[in-house]
Each structure stands twice: as C-alpha cells, then as structure tokens.
C-alpha cells in the first residue's frame, strides 16, 4: 500500500530518515534529502492530516461493542467506543482499547502454513491456492466426520458459514468455547434460565436501577459477560437519584475489582456460592421476609437445607445468613448475579432462583435476534467439549478446524484434549497468531484480525435492547492474510458435497444478503444498499426508540432448587488449601501477546508481566515466605511454580492464582512468561456438566528461590508507608 | 479575536472508579506511552501517565481496597515548575495547563523529585516499538526520546486539534468538544473533564452538588490542584 | 642568632648562642617551628622544585593509573549517552543519586581549601603557610570534578548549553527560578575567584621557577609565560598584596553563599528531609568539615611522598587537627538539629524516614551508623590528645574516615530521602549500577590526576610565603627567656 | 611581558592559531554554502510552468486549507492532466513510467520542520496569509528551493507582529 507522507507523521519521517542516507549519495551538495512520497492513487475517503473514523465491532470479547476507530493516512491510531451503540454508549474497556496491538502485532501470520510433522512448530508457507485446495480435499475426505470448534468471538456470518459447512457435509454443528465463557459462565447461565423460565438465554442486569445486589462470585466489572456496559451500569449504580448509592455484596474467596467495589465483601469457600444463595432464599422463606409474594415464590424455589451446615461449608455464620437475607427480601429492586458454576450448575440457578423470588425486576433475558437470518455464537458447556474429545480419542473425528479458539491452551492438560488431538487425522486453525493450537495443528490459515475484516455481531446479553454491531474493515489489511469468510467459500466450490449450499461470490455478499434481512432501526436509509451503508456507517441495528422493558415471566420451574454441598478435588491432609483460579481484568485469559496488557499493572496487585500466586499474608507467614518467593503449587492434577504476592483479601485457606500468562507460544510477547493454573484443574466435568474448576484443593511448597518481581506499586510503602491514613491528604 | 483562556478541570469519583484500568490504555494508546519492559518494571521505571493506586485500609480480619486513580494533577502553583532550569515544564496561562516541552527537556529530573505526586515519566532509555507496534503511534503527539521527562497533559493535542478547527472557522473553542482519552473511554464516567472558566459546564455543576465529597490531592501542600477526587461513600444496610 | 646579636651577616650564617640554655631554646624553637628555622637560600626552591625535576617510577605508575581513571570516566559517559542513562541506577522516584551525591562532595572538599588558606591568611595564623597552595589546589581541582557531575547527570548531556543564559531567536532564556540555574552561578563565580586567587600566590613562586631555571628551553619558556614576568620589584609587590588581600575578603562571603545555593538545591524542594531551613548552614559546615579532613589528608601525602618533612611539621599537623575537631562538634551540633526538627514536627513521611535511618531496612541503617562513627566517633576519639593529633598515620586515618563519612551522609541525604515521599505507593529504592562506579572512581582520578600534573611543573608548596614568614619572625630574648617574635 | 610576547616562541603560537582559525572558517563556509544548494528532484518539476498555466497551489496541494498537512499530489492526479497536456515532454515521459509501473515519485522534500513540531497548515492558510508568506514565490522558481530557514525564531518574528498570532506563542500550541 503506497504512503502518502505528510509532516505530522514523524513515522514516515523516520522511514525517510533511513532512506536518506541510501539517497544521500545521490544528492548534490552534503545535505541529506528527506524524501517524500505520495500516494500513486490518493484514497478519496482519506485527506492527508485528517483522521477519519470507522465503525466497527470489538473482538475483546463476545459482548459485542461498537467502536469507532480514529484512521490517519491509512494507520489505524485509536479505537472508541461507539457513542451512539446501545451497549456501550461510546465507552470501552481495557481490553477492547488494546484491539490496536491485535492488529500492528509483530507476531502476526501472513500466510498459510503447513507442517509436515504436527507439533514439530516446523512449517513451510504456502500459496493460498495450494493451502485451499489442501485443505478443500482433507475436508472432503473427512466428510462427516469434521469437527469444527469456534470461539465466542467468532463473527456471526462465520458461524452461519461454519454451521453450513457442518450441514452441507453431514458433519455435527460447530461447537462453541473457550476458557473466557467458562469463566464468565455463558453457558452456565443460559443452562439456568432455561431451568428457571424455560428460555435457554443469557440475562442481563439493570444495575442503574437496583438499590442491593447480591453477587455470587460474579466478576462482572472485570472479566465478565460484558465488563464495558456493567462499568457503565455500575456508574449508574453508584449516583442514583436523591444521592443513593445502592448497597452491593460480594461472595468470593479471592477479592475481585467487583469485591473491592463492593460494600460487604463476604470470603466466602470456593464453590459454595450457590449454598449461599439457596440458604438466602430459604430463609426468606422459612422466616417470612419481604413481600407475601417474594416469600411464596421462595418457598417453591428454594430446596430444603441446613442452615447451620451451610453457613459452615461457606465458612460465614448463620447470622450474617439471615441479616443478608433479611436486606435481600425487604429491598426495592433487589438483584442476584450469579457465578459461573464451575462448581456446579445448581450454584448459578439457585443465584439466578434469588432473581425469581426477588420478582425479576431489573433483569432482562436475552431477546431473539432482529432478524431470522442472524447468528450468534452460542458457548457450549463443558460437557459438550468432554463428548468432543471422547470423539476425537476414538478416531471419530478425521478433520479438525478451529476457529478463535485456543484449545490447546485454554483447556486443562488433563482434559486429554492433546492426547485425542493425536487421534485425529487432519487439524487445520484459522488464526492470526501462531498460537498453541495453530503449533499443534497440521494447516494454520493466517486470518485477518476483526480489524481488517467483514463481520457483524449480535450483541449478547442484550440490555433489554437487541442490538446487531456490523464489523467492517478500519485499514487496509496488512499482509497476505485471507478471512476465513473468503476462505470457506473458495474451499466449499471445490468440495461437490457443499459446492451448491455456497453460492456467494464472497464473504461481503454473503453478509449484505443476511443484513438485508433487518427491520428499519435507528440508522435509517431506504432500500438495501443505502440501508446496507447506514448499517456500515453508524456501526450497525439497533431500534430506533429503545422498547419498553418487558417484565420478566414468572419463573416456570417444577421442582425447587437444591444446591449439593461441594465436593472438594483432594485429600485435605494432603492439600490443606483451596484453589481459586480467576480471571485478571487486564490480562484475561488470551490477551497475553498484546504488551499493553502485559505491561499495564493489574488494579489490585498492580503486578505486571508475570503470574503471581495470592496468598494471605498470615498463611505466608505460617508458610515463611513473602512477597516475590517463588513457590510451588501442587494440586492432584498437577503443579505450578509462581512467585507470591502476600494479598491480605483472600481466605486464609485459599491460593488465588490468575489466568492469562504460561503460554508455550502465541509470540514474542507471551512465550515462556509465567505459569498457567490450567495445569492445576481437573478434566473430569461435575455432576451436572459444568467443569468442577471451583472445588480443587492444593498444597504449597516454598522452593527456596525468589524473583524480582515487576510490581508497579512499591509494596513495603503501601505496607509501612502511611499507616492506614486512607488516600493521601485526604 | 481574543481567545478565551481555559481552566481545565478534572473530577474523579472514586465511588465510580472501578479500577478497570481502561484509562490506563486509552492513555498509553493516544499518547505514544512505552510500554516498558518487566525487569525495569521492578527497577521502578514503569510508565504510565495514568495509574491506579490501591491503598489497602484495615477491615476486621481483611482489608478493604482503596482505589486511587493518579494523574499529572496540572497544579495551579505546580512545584515542578520552578524547579526546571531551561523552562521544559511550565504554566501554559491560557489554557492553565501545566505543559511539558519534550525538546526543550535536558534532563535534570528535578521537577520529577520536586513533584509530590510522582506522576512525572522518565525516558530511561530510548522507547521502542517493534514493527510494525510503530504504525499504531498517535502523529498528533511527539514520541519522547531517551533521557526527558514527560507525563500527562490533559490530551492536549486534542485541546490543540478542537482549537484550530474553531481557529479555521473564526470562532471560540467551545469546551465540551474536548475530551481527554481516559475520560473517553472511562465505562462508568468516574472521570469527568470540563472547562471550570464554563460556568454551565457539566464539571461545574457536578463539584458545585458534591461539597462534602470533595478533596484535592495533597492539598496541604498548596500545589492547588485542577483534579478533583470525590471520596468514596458508605452504604451500611442492615448490618 | 637573637635578633639584638643580629649582625650584617644573613641569619643562616650565624652561629648559635654560646649559652647553653638559651642555645638549648634556641634549637628547640628551630626544630618545631618552621618560620624560624631559616636555611641558606635555594634550599626551599630545591625541596619543592625537586618533584618537578626527578620523577620515580612511582609516580609514572601514578600518572598511568590516574589517566587510566580518566579514560574509563570518558567512555563510561559516552556508554551512557549512547545506550540511555537507564544504565545508571536511577529510578522513578529516586531521580537523582551517586552523581549528584559526588557533586555535592567534590564541592564539599572544594570548599575548604580557599577558605582555609583566605581565613587564616585574613587572621594572620602563623602556620598557614606551607599549608595554603595544597589547599588552594585542592579547591580548583575538586570544584572541576564536581563541575562535571552536573553534566553527567543530564538525561541528554548535549543539551547542557540550554542552561547557559545566551540571546537567541527563540527568545528563551534559562529560568532563574530555579535552584540548578543559581548553582551554575555560583559555581562557576567560586571557580573563578579560587582559580584566579590560587594563580595569584602561584606568580611569586613561578617567578622563582623561572629564575631557577637556566637552561633555555620549553620549561624556561612555560615559566616566562606563566610568570607573567614578575620580576619582585617593590611596586610587583605592593600591588601583588593588595590583589591577595582584596580575593581574601571576597572569597569567604563567596564560599559562604555558594554552599549555601548548594544546599537550596534540595531545601527549595518539597521532599520530605530536603524541606528544611537548617540545610544552609549544615551544608557550608559539612563541606568545611570534609574539606578540612581532605586538606589533612593531601598534606600527609605530599608530605610523606614528596619528602616536605622540612614544611610541614608537628605545628601545621596540630593546627589543621584541631581546626577540625572543632568542625567535628560543630556538625554534630547541625546533624542533631537537622534530625531533631523533623522529629519534632512529626510529619509521617519524615517520621518513616528517620525511622528508616535508625532500623533500616539496609543499608540506610547501616549506612546511618557507619556515619556516625567515621564524623564522630573516629574525631573524637583521635584528636583529643596533641600526641595522636600530630601523628601523620592518625592524621591520615582520621582525613580518610570524616571523608568516607561525609560521602556517606551525602548517600543517605539524597539516595534514601528521595526514596520516600507523599505518595507511599510510588516510593522506591536506588539500586547501585556498574557506570557510577566506574565514574565516581574517574572523578577521584581526575583530582589525582590534576595534583600529579601540577607536581611536574609547579611548586606544591608557597615558598615566597614561607619566606615572608621567615623574614617576619625573630627569636628574642627577653631576660633569660627566649621568645618568637614577628613584626608585622 | 612583553619580552614574552616578543618571543619568537609566542609569535609561532599566535601564527598557527591564526592560520587554522583562518582553514576551519573556510571549511565551514564552504559546507554550508554547499548544504544550500536545492536537490536534484527524481523528475525536475518547474513550480514557474504550473503557475504561469494558471494552476492554484490548492489544486495539487488539496488539502492545505482544511488540513493540518497540506498534501502532495497522487502521481494519478499528476496524471490526470498530462495524459493531455505535454505528453511529448520528457519530464512527462518519466511521470508516465511512474504511472505505468504503479510507483509513487520519491520527491525530495525542501521544507521539513523537527518531528517535535505540530505545524497546521490550514490554521495559517485560513488567517489569510498566502503560500508565498513562507514559501517564497514558488510561482517563479523552476527550480524550487527553501527560501526561508523555518526556525523558531522565524515563527515567533512572525507571529509577534499579529495580534491574534501574538495570543499563539505558548510553548505548547506547537510543542505537543
């Protein structure tokens, strides 16, 4: 792409620096020339010094933001929120601020690889029609026996297309995961509504418009389900008419930024948050609090349980119990959110339970998409995954295509996922990073990033405002890279079986076909291309006057809910603690080649770069070590060596150890970096589907060995700095 | 024409802030910030115009977290001012901003001792960008070279860019068409920016409604602050 | 040889009382004191004039070593602008440390020389005499390694010349609020005046030089230019008395007021143990301090090495000691004021300071000791009795420990205290690199450096003072009694 | 003294000191004399001619009026004329090979401020002041060249005189 270099961009002025000096030989006199060098065809749409912004959607996570991203000759310098989105209203998280070194990554693929060896990381480039036609015959050797994995970001016209792939071959639908929706509990959640209302849909929460909420373990201001728009909720949350500020309690063994806001932090055990919120419940019921309504529908939710046992497994006492329960029933606008299960389903249902007896108020479940046409990648529980790799172990599975998902990383090693990988015959990722996947398959497809690419997303969960976000180009791509849109289609016409369901010219055909189908919303325009334009234009559909918030249907639940005490992974003699494993608000789980999240302190640590294993200071000192020894982890599954961060809010009898670093590759910037608590969980699903990740317990052993540890903050100041003087000059 | 001269102002609810730390990259994204590598990280030379301080305040058998959000806090009566030798750092009297002059900057790293609330940035080494990271850099803003100080300027070269476009069309800068990065993108609006010169300004009516709330940072020190935290309140529900 | 016996011949030639006890007196007034213990002419020109003659090997290994030290300082800076000065150990919040920390040394040592050899020279202190040009030297030569530490420490070194108040089109000029720009004032005034005034008692001696020298050649030419042809007519004199008076009245407010600005480099600051009234003081008199124990401890090494057993007696030793013993209480009396304040006002970013010092963690507490044993314990110890005050190896020991200790306080005063301000979660600590090393260990070359180059060609020692002196005193006798006498 | 300053010894010193002084002003002279020359552009592009055809800076120069930067042709807009006029040329020839081949001319740029400078172009543009203010009368040079050294000093002699440039003198309207 030829560039246009002006004064301000001291960039090319670099560029041109470099060049002088080939160029000074050839000047007259001693000066060195810097060179100037305009465009061969000037792009209409980009006067020179003038940025011009795009509409876009966030790739961060499934949420599904608009944004806005500022393009000056040709660089994309900045992404916003999109101020008129109804999601996010102009506003953005770290995450989706980071999407730029996603794009300018030095680590990027730029075109397709082939190994001849899987995992031997030795790949050979290829043409793309070689690595088309490649792929294009093991698909259709496999036939039905492909299996594709998709990740929740996954743009909707490529699950469409993905889906009409599996269709055309007879192959099973595409599977939706990653390690982020089982952290945040997508399907968790869905599993629960559907127990509850019979709608198998995400919920939302207004929490602008309640005055207590109730989280069970629910890190909704950090790595959540929509961390942008619960930031912008809690705002509203916090300065509400007439100065309220709304009272918001945290379950949690591990304070979280969601605990930290919190006005009651309750540490309660891993994995009994759902007795928590079952006990909550019973008590409304059994003592009669609240509304006569809030106290009948708790009497057919809430299942039978001991209280005194309870209050014990959580570690909080039955007091406190009923207090909360008695500020739960008697509230306003009350809200439960829950967890994400990990301990077991039951846990999200018996929060979500809470909602129900409260009356539903303030929360939204997740509406159909605008148009028939639409998709939405739909997470799967866990259990679905395990099915996935049993089928891959037998030899089931012939061909394996992955798309915006790491599985080879984001799954615990002993889930197997790696050994049943072996089984299969052919493994081809589409990917824009060498990531672990990419490393263990036989074909990678250097993919465009979001921000080089065509998409839509349906906003999910939906604030009680269904929404489509339309993805489009920012920049001209950077390399050879192909869309996997483009790719699917090109591969379908050679595959006889699935020529005929993949008409389309391209991708972007495809996709104004899909949109065509919208309503008229807020964007306007009359007749398909204008609408089309508008749809580009102001970042995608939403309705123009947002609807009235429909009352949520009165819970249709047969049986009261009943939560199982957890049970723990592990001898307690042997492994004296419980293990927690979260997601940092910064880092998550796949932001680890991008430096500004690597290099930005987490809030609550303010640690940078590195894994660090949360301890509480008094168990560290049993344990005699402190800040930055390095110690080893142990759980039945496996182990981890990591430096300490004595964090006084978390459980005496609770290790926290974050999520995100350990990465064997993905880049320069996340290789060889830390240590990944996946290897510390069990691959085995709970009772009822949902990975028991809440429920492990561990030992920690001192290695005698310690690290400089790359914290911003300087720890022996906070400690002995100001003796607890609050903020400075307050 | 005389140009308006601007009181830029910050307010920041700390009730609000939820320590998301999306201020801290919108900052380093607009404004060419290096990121900085781990182990000069722990050497203590880690920059970022904007940071979340958390203060840790005794709570029973655990502790309730402080978050703190520090920015350069473009002081009325700035202490790194004076202190500066060649006039890197000084009052811009108009726009009542405490602006650092990049190529002017020999060095000295007086005014970072000099500033109470150590949001001043040293350039230990030559920033780096590996290819192509570089293409992502904000032309608006100058990158730093080794050895001068920099730090947070209020996106002045936002100021800049709205004032010359009101400059081309003959008028006034209207203040609410600037808006710092941080502020930008802040989810739940703890950062609020204005123009306090602006008496109908949203700012002006927010400090005006939060008295009691109120408090500069180090204020003792007379450095008169232009941002203002709001402290963070208490709810005490049935307990 | 008693002034009333005194006949036409010159005092060298004369004999002895034949009297035994007063010959007895006679002898041992010549042995202590150096004023009275006249030889032939030439004999003082020789003692001095002889390093520039005859080199040892020693003093080439000398030279080598000391170039040596200046080659690696000059490629350490050079390492450091080129590769960033993130290799020194500077971080965020301890911004300034070692080389600032020599800065203020070298002019703490720098201090001392002009203003003993202008003090006593203004109150007339017999013993000053052999002492003043070690000591003038020693001023010149430490304020030159101090100068450069400033430009070290620059983050772009190059960019230096932005400080230099000069007309230019960008209409900017210095800003002379600041404590840095009145430092390059200062400074540069004292170097200056000490530079002029150490050249002005040089020209006698020069003149010497030059009359000694008989061959024709380079050095005959350097002494002729040098001497600015000083021929010691009696207008020469006059005039050359008056120019050293003048000097010696101005440079002590000089002095005075330079290490004063020095000080405000930190007391105009905001930093917790910078803010504080006392510093002024408490810096001129620590420089005196470790610019006496420097002074000290050149002497003994001339002396030993240069074989000055003639100048410099048990008398000089006896004074300088005192003179510094004096300084000792005198610190200790500004160290508890700088501690006892703070304390007093009990502000919590002082209070964690002091704490600091006291219990560490290492090394302030560590260092904080070792302090007060080199200022206090060490002086005050050693210098009580006239029998260790006049012994050159307690000398020696006592200049080393009051300059590793007055070092040391300098360390504590910048390195520690930056590291602990307002904002606890941004406090930091200094961590020592290779490059100050490397270039502290230049700076002490170059000093040496300096006094080695100077040896070669120029007399260490004023001689025309110690004759003025000599011409000045007599012993007479007063009834059985022989007493020194002077005129004035 | 002046024995001294009669020695032949000194006389030396003070000749050779004259003489080098007397070499490096030369050198310097010579150098900066030659830095002045305008460079050699890939195809020698006449201002004068365009001018004289009655073009406007601000047709090729598009956006100088509303921009920060002022722009440079696209060879395809080049082109956009001389598929017409002055095909025969030589100059022209050359544009053409660049046009065929898709490559952008690598001209050498006269004026390039600092990277730490932000300098609109359409600020001063739309204060009335013409090109030539700064740019010399480029409608007369054929080969073009800096006319004025664009330093700080410059700026500020300039804006000193306007009273509405004078309220633009802070630090920071450029340095950012």
Known sequence: MARSISRRSFLKAGAAVAATSVLAGCQPGLRRWVTLEPYVVAPEEQPDGIPTWYASVCRGCPAGCGIMARVMNGRAVKIEGNPEHPLNAGKLCANGQAGLQILYNPDRLDAPLLTAKRGSREFARLPWDSALSTLAAKVKDAGSAVAIVLGPTTSGHLVDLFQRLAKALGAPAPLVFDARSSWSGTAALSAANQALWGQGALSAYDLGGSDVIYSFGADFLGAGLSPTRYGIEYGRFRSQPKGARGYLVQFEPHMSITAAKADQWVPIAPGTEGLVAQAIARIIADEGLGTSDRIARAAALAGEINLASAAQAAGVDVQQLRQLAQVFAEAQRPLAIPGNGQSGAAGVTAAQALNAIAGGAGMALQGNPPAPALVRAEPAGYGQVQHLIGQMGSGAVKALLTYGTNLAYELPAQAGFLDALDKVGFVATFSPFMDEMGANSDMVLAERTYLESWGYAVVAPDFGVAAVTSQQPVVQPLNDARSAGDVLLAMAKQIPSAAGAFTWSDEVAFLREVAGGLPAGAAGGTGADAQWARFLQHGGWWPASAPASQPTPPPSASAPISVAAPQYQGDATIYPFHLHVFASPLLGISGANLPWLQGSPDPLTSMCWQTWVAINPATARKLGVQKSDVVRVTTPYGELEAPVYAYPAVRPDTIAVPLGQGHTDLGRYAQGRGASPLALLGGDAGPDGEPAWATVRCQVTPTGRSVNMATFEWTPGVEQGFFNQGYPGE | MELNTHKWTMVIDQDRCTGCSACVIACHAENNVPIVDENQVWRGRGMHWIRIERYWEPDGQYVKARLLPVLCQQCDSAPCEPVCPVFATYHSERQNLNVQVYNRCVGTRYCSNNDPYKVRYFNFFPPQWDEPLNQQLNPDVTVRSAGVMEKCSFCVQRIARAEQAALAEGRQLDPSEVVPACVQTCPPSALLFGDLNDPNSQIASVLAGSKGRQYRLLEDLGTQPSVYYLKGGETNVGA | ?488 | MRSVIRSPFFRRVFIAVVVTVLVLAAAAASYISRTQAAPQQPIPFPHALMVQAGVQCTFCHTTATESPSPGMPSVEKCMGCHKMIATTQPAIIQLAAYWQNKQPIQWARIYQLPRFVQFPHDVHVNAGLNCERCHGDVGHMTVTHQVNNMNMGWCLACHEQQPNAKQLMDCVICHH
């Open chain 3, 1 to 488: 040889m008693l002034e009333h016996e005194l006949g036409h011949q010159p005092a060298w030639e004369q004999p002895l009382p034949q009297e035994p006890r007063t010959r007895e007196q006679v002898e041992q007034f010549k042995e202590k004191k150096l004023l009275l213990d006249v030889r032939e002419p030439g004999y003082m020109d020789d003692i001095v004039m002889r390093p520039a003659y005859t080199a040892s090997p020693r003093l080439w290994i000398g030279f080598l070593l000391a170039g040596l030290g200046l080659v690696v300082l000059g490629a350490t800076w050079l390492w450091q602008m080129v590769g960033g000065i993130g290799i020194y150990g500077i971080a965020r919040p301890v911004m300034w440390s070692i080389y600032i920390v020599n800065f203020v040394y070298f002019i703490g040592i720098g201090h001392a020389g002009t203003f003993i050899s202008a003090a006593f020279r203004a109150m007339k202190i017999q013993f000053r005499a052999p002492i003043s040009r070690p000591a003038e030297l020693l001023t010149v030569f430490g304020l030159t390694a101090a100068g450069l530490f400033p430009l070290i420490h620059l983050g772009r070194s190059w960019k230096a010349y932005f400080l230099i108040p000069y007309p230019n089109a960008r209409q900017i000029w210095p800003s002379f609020h600041s404590p840095l720009v009145w430092d390059l004032m200062a400074i540069s005034t004292y170097l200056s005046c000490s530079a002029l005034f150490a050249y002005l008692s040089l020209l006698p001696d020069l003149a010497m030089a030059r009359d000694r020298e008989t061959r024709p050649g380079w050095r005959k030419r350097l002494y002729e230019i040098t001497s600015l042809g000083f021929r010691g007519t009696q207008q020469e004199w006059h005039l050359h008395t008056v120019a050293m008076d003048v000097f010696t009245y101005a440079i002590i407010p000089v002095m005075f007021s330079v290490h004063t600005i020095v000080s405000w480099d930190f007391a105009m600051a905001i930093q917790p143990g910078w803010h504080s009234t006392v510093f002024g003081p408490y810096f001129v008199v620590g420089a005196l301090f470790s610019g006496a124990a420097a002074v000290i401890l050149i002497l003994m090494i001339i002396r030993k090495y240069m074989h000055l057993e003639y100048f410099i007696r048990s008398e000089h030793m006896n004074g300088m000691a005192m003179f510094l013993l004096i300084l000792s209480f005198t610190w200790a009396y500004f160290y508890f004021n700088d501690y006892l304040v703070p304390w007093y006002g009990q502000d919590p970013a002082e209070k964690v300071l002091s704490f600091q010092f006291a219990r560490g963690p290492f090394p302030a507490n560590v260092l904080w000791y070792l302090l007060l044993i080199c200022n206090l314990a060490l002086p005050w110890g050693l210098l009580w009795n006239r029998k260790w005050r006049t012994s050159p190896l307690v000398l020696t020991i006592v200049g080393i420990s009051v300059n590793v200790g007055m070092y040391i306080e300098r360390v504590l005063i910048i390195t520690i205290s930056l590291g602990v301000n307002q904002m606890p979660y941004d406090w930091g600590v200094y961590r020592l690199q290779l490059p100050e090393v490397l270039i502290t260990t230049g700076a002490f070359c170059l000093v040496i450096f300096l006094f080695f180059l100077f040896s070669r060609f120029f007399p260490i020692i004023p001689v025309w003072e110690v004759k003025e002196g000599q011409e000045m005193h007599r012993l007479r006798q007063i009834g059985r009694a022989v007493v020194d006498t002077r005129v004035e």
